[in-house]
C-alpha cells in the first residue's frame, strides 16, 4: 500500500491552498486527489471577475485565480492526481486513514495517510429539494450547471430565462446569459432580501433593467417536453404564495440558484460528526474534525461568498495536517463548546482548546437575518472576548471575528457567540 | 436633474439621491457614510465596468477572456460584439492580448485562462 503524509480530497481552491500551505509548512510526502480533468474546481467556470482581493491584492477572473494556485502546485512540485475519485476515507488501528480511490491509472486502490484534508466543497440544491409542481422539462438547470454549459462548453442553453433565487451564482448567470444575447425576464426570489452580495444585484440586474422579485416564487413549471413557462407568486410573511398574484412568465430557461450543500457523503461514512446548521464537519480551532488528523476547510465545511476566506481557511487547515502528520501532539488540555446566541446561525468551529489555539483564533460565521446597528460580543462566563460594532449584518456575507491567543488563556467556560443592540 | 441609485460600497446598499448639473454631481443625500458621496459621484459622471465574457476558438472549445482595465458601461455591449467575432486558435495563455483597444475604449481583451490544443 501507498503511504502518504498527507492526502489532500479536492483540487479546487481549498485543496490547493491546504497543499499549498502543507508543503511550506514542512510536509514532503503530499498527494492532491481531483476527480476532474483539470485543477481549479468551480472557478474555472466562473469567468467573472472578483476574486483575489483579499489574497493577491487584485481583481481577477476565476480560472485567474486558480491558474495561479495551479501553478504554485505545480511550481513546488505538488503531485496531484487528475480524474481520481475516492470513494471511502476510514481510520485505521494504527492511526493512519485508509483512502480509497478509483482511476483510470490506479484502479481500485487503498492508499494511506498519515493526516487527510477533507475539500470536496459543495454542490448546488437541485429541483428535486424543492418541491416546485409541473412535469421535468428540458430547460430547467441550475444555475451552475449552466454556468459550466455555457462557459466551458460554449453551449447556448435559451433565449428567454427566469431565474429562482438570488443567490450570487443565480445574479452572475443574469448577466452572464443576457450577455450571451438571451433576454432575462425576472430573478424571483422567496425571502424578502436577497441572499447575493449588494454589487452582484447592481451590476448583474440593475446594469440590465432586469427586476428582483424579493417575496416572489415559482409555482408552477409549465411544458412537459420542453419548457413553455413558469407561474411566478408573490409569497406571504409565512412564505406561502398569494394566489391572487400568480403571474405566467413563457420562457425557455429556468435557471435555479437556490443554496449551496456542502457534499460530505466522505465524511458522514468515515463518522465524523457534522454540524446539522452547515452541513459541514464540526471542527475544532485547528480545523480538525472528530476524527484525530483528519481536517476540513472550504465550501465542504462551510460555504463561503469569497473563495479568498476559503483560501486562508484552507492554508490553516494544510499547515495543521502538517504539523500534524510530523508528529506534533495536541496538548492535552480543556476544550470549550461555542454556543450561539441571539442572531448567529452556526459558528466554524464549533470548540476551542486555548492550550492548542494559534496567535489568531478564526471564529467565523453568518446570522439569520438582517440586523442593522449591532454588536457582535463574544464570551466566556462574564469574560468579554471580543465586542464589534457593526451597522449591518446580512445572511449573505460571512462575518470573521479574530481571538488573540492571550485572551483565550484562563478562560473557564464554554464560549457565547451572540449579537447585541448597539 | 436628480438620479436615484444603490451603493454598493457595502452590504447597507444606501439608497443614493444625486442631483447634477451640466454633468457634475452637486449633491447626494441618502448615503450614511463618506464613501457613497464618492461613489455617486464616479457613478454617474463615467460609469466604468470590467467586462468578462468567452471566446469560441477556432477549435470550437471556450476561452474565457476579459477587458483589461474597466470600459465606458454604455459600450459593454459592442465590446462583447467585438469578442465573440475575434478569431483565436488554440493553445492560448493566460494573459495572450488577443484584442487591443476594444472598440477605441484604450482597454485590451486578454485571456483569462491558459488553454492548450488537446
Known amino acids: 500500500m501507498e503511504n502518504f ?28 486527489l481531483e476527480r476532474d480533468k483539470v485543477l481549479g474546481g468551480i472557478l474555472n467556470q466562473c469567468i467573472h471577475g472578483g476574486f483575489g482581493l483579499h489574497t493577491f491584492g487584485e481583481e481577477l477572473t476565476g480560472p485567474e485565480y486558480a491558474e495561479r494556485y495551479a501553478d504554485m502546485v505545480r511550481d513546488m512540485d505538488i503531485p496531484y492526481e487528475l480524474e481520481t475519485m475516492v470513494l471511502d476515507v476510514a481510520p485505521k488501528p494504527d492511526g493512519c486513514k ?22 470536496m466543497g459543495c454542490r448546488e440544491r437541485p429541483r428535486g429539494a424543492l418541491g416546485i409542481a409541473g412535469f421535468r422539462p428540458k430547460g430547467v438547470y441550475t444555475a451552475g450547471t449552466a454556468q459550466k454549459l455555457v462557459n466551458l462548453e460554449g453551449v447556448h442553453i435559451g433565449r428567454e430565462v427566469v431565474i429562482l433565487g438570488s443567490g450570487d451564482i443565480g445574479l452572475i448567470m443574469a448577466r452572464r446569459m443576457t450577455l450571451e444575447g438571451a433576454h432575462v425576464a425576472a430573478v424571483a426570489e422567496l425571502m424578502p432580501y436577497s441572499s447575493g ?69 466522505l465524511t ?24 484525530e488528523g483528519v481536517f476540513s476547510c472550504g465550501n465542504v465545511l462551510h460555504v463561503h461568498d469569497l473563495v479568498d476566506f476559503v483560501s486562508e481557511e484552507s492554508a490553516r487547515a494544510g499547515e495543521n495536517a502538517a504539523k500534524y502528520a510530523l508528529g506534533a501532539k495536541r496538548e492535552k488540555c480543556e476544550s470549550f463548546d ?43 462566563g462574564e469574560t468579554e472576548l471580543v465586542r464589534r460594532k457593526s451597522r449591518i449584518l446580512v445572511p449573505s456575507e460571512m462575518v470573521d471575528l479574530l481571538i488573540k491567543k492571550d485572551k483565550l488563556q484562563g478562560i473557564s467556560e464554554n464560549i457565547k457567540v451572540y449579537l447585541e443592540e448597539a | 436633474m436628480t438620479k436615484e441609485l444603490t451603493c454598493i ?13 451640466d454633468g457634475k454631481v452637486t449633491n447626494v443625500t441618502g448615503n450614511t457614510c463618506p464613501r457613497g458621496k464618492g461613489y455617486a459621484e464616479t ?28 470600459v465606458p458601461k454604455d459600450k459593454i455591449f459592442d465590446v462583447v460584439r467585438a469578442i465573440k467575432a475575434l478569431p ?31
Open chain 1, 197 to 265: 452580495l449588494k454589487r452582484n444585484i447592481v451590476q448583474c440586474l440593475d446594469d440590465y433593467g432586469i427586476p428582483l422579485l424579493l417575496s416572489h416564487t415559482v409555482i408552477d413549471i409549465k411544458g412537459k417536453d420542453k419548457l413553455e413557462g413558469v407561474v411566478i407568486a408573490q409569497v406571504d410573511e409565512n412564505r406561502v404564495p398569494i394566489k391572487e398574484t400568480a403571474k405566467l412568465y413563457p420562457c425557455d430557461t429556468l435557471l435555479l440558484s437556490c443554496g449551496l450543500i456542502p457534499e460530505n457523503e
Open chain 2, 88 to 118: 483565436v486558435s488554440l493553445p492560448v495563455k493566460m494573459g495572450d492580448v488577443l484584442l487591443v483597444d476594444v472598440c477605441g475604449s484604450g482597454s485590451d481583451i486578454v485571456a483569462a485562462r491558459t488553454v492548450e490544443n488537446s
Open chain 1, 98 to 119: 485508509a483512502v480509497t480511490v478509483i482511476s483510470p491509472t490506479r484502479g481500485v486502490c487503498e492508499l494511506s495517510a498519515k493526516a487527510v484534508v477533507l475539500a
Open chain 2, 9 to 21: 460600497c457595502c452590504p447597507m446598499g444606501c439608497a443614493l439621491t444625486a442631483e447634477l448639473e
Open chain 1, 268 to 291: 458522514s461514512a468515515a463518522g465524523i460528526r457534522i454540524d446539522r446548521r452547515t452541513n459541514g464537519a464540526m471542527v475544532n480551532e485547528s480545523l480538525e474534525t472528530s476524527i
Open chain 2, 43 to 70: 457613478e454617474l459622471t463615467a460609469p466604468v465596468r470590467s467586462v468578462t465574457t468567452t471566446v469560441i476558438t477556432q477549435q470550437g472549445i471556450p476561452v474565457p477572456v476579459k477587458t483589461k482595465t474597466p
Open chain 1, 5 to 32: 503524509d498527507i492526502i489532500i480530497i479536492g483540487g479546487g481552491p481549498a485543496g490547493m491552498a491546504a497543499a499549498v500551505s502543507a508543503k511550506k509548512a514542512g510536509a514532503e510526502n503530499i498527494v492532491i
Open chain 1, 338 to 380: 461555542i454556543e450561539t446566541g441571539n442572531g448567529v446561525r452556526y459558528t466554524v468551529p464549533v470548540s476551542i482548546s486555548p492550550g492548542n489555539a494559534d496567535e489568531l483564533t478564526h471564529i467565523r460565521f453568518r446570522v439569520g437575518d438582517v440586523y442593522k446597528n449591532v454588536s457582535v460580543v463574544v464570551k466566556s
